[in-house]
């Protein structure tokens, strides 16, 4: 196995260009995946010194470098992503390695990550040797463990613009220690807009009216959520259950926030 651990960009994008490569970030994930055989890389390229971290604010928004960790982000004034970050399973040691861009690209069904730059509209960029793109989170993820990168591409930072109105945040899981069943990001404008994370194979949307948002909720997650994320948390129809409960109380936490 080639290990290679470039200093900028550009390394990164060139030790990628064969596609035969496997991206290393915090290795939270994909260090036990190697250590147990799941996955064999031809070649590591390792983010460490990459100057991938740190997060900026610019105009009208913030720009996260992909190794930003959790426990960055959670003493950061990033919406939203601050509090996923505090809420993360795992202990300091996962917050300390865990990556955003490594959630991202990870693309878990489980995670929190995703539905969370779904609802902030935020959008990632991607490298490859001669050229960069910028995807909306909306269009990141096709599915389970699956994103539109290809293998020669890095993430290399996500942009997370002001929020759209005011937020809400609820995580449902079973015990302080497991991942999140069902996540519910909401954004108060002039709508409702949640995003259901670990529901579905990736984020689902639903969209209400503010005046009857109690009404228009319950049939509206029932039909996104015709195929639920089934895993060893819990089963689809448990999850088809209990997802219009969190939005609801997500949606209830938002327009607190928002009087
Ligand atoms: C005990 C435990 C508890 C956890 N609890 C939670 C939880 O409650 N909620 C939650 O959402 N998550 C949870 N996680 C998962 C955590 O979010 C991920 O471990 C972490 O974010 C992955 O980041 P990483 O940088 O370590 O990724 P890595 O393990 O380095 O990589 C993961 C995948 O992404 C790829 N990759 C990494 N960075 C990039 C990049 N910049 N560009 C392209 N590809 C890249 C890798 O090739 C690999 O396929 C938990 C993990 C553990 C181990």
Do not use: C
């Amino acid at each position: 196995m080639r290990y290679t651990r470039p200093s900028d960009v550009d390394g990164v994008t060139a030790a990628l260009a064969d596609g035969d490569a496997v991206v290393v970030g915090g290795g939270t994930m994909v260090v036990p995946d190697m250590t147990h055989g799941k996955v064999r890389p031809a070649a590591v390229v390792d983010l460490a010194k990459a100057g991938l971290a740190g997060i900026t604010r610019g105009d009208g928004g913030w720009v996260i470098g992909a190794m930003t960790t959790y426990t960055e982000l959670e003493r950061s004034d990033v919406p939203l992503l601050a509090t996923v970050a505090r809420g993360i399973t795992g202990g300091p040691q996962i917050r300390n390695r865990g990556t955003v861009g490594g959630s991202a690209s990870y693309a878990n069904p489980s995670s929190d990550v995703p539905a969370a730059l779904v609802a902030l509209g935020a959008r990632l960029r991607l490298a490859k040797a001669g050229g960069v793109r910028e995807v909306a989170a909306a269009d990141f993820f096709l599915g389970a463990f699956r994103t539109v990168r290809e293998p020669d591409e890095v993430l290399t930072a996500i942009a997370v613009p002001d929020p759209a109105g005011a937020l809400g945040y609820l995580k449902f899981k079973l015990v302080e220690g497991s991942w999140p069943i069902v996540t519910a990001a909401t954004v108060v404008g002039p709508t409702i807009r949640v995003v259901l994370g670990g529901a579905a194979a990736k984020p689902v949307t639903v969209e209400v009216a503010r005046e009857s948002w109690r009404e228009q909720l319950r049939p509206a997650v029932d039909r996104v959520l015709t195929e639920p994320w089934d895993d060893v948390l819990a089963p689809g129809h448990y999850r088809t259950r209990i997802a219009p409960v969190i939005a609801a109380r997500s949606v209830a936490s938002a327009l607190e926030e928002a009087a």
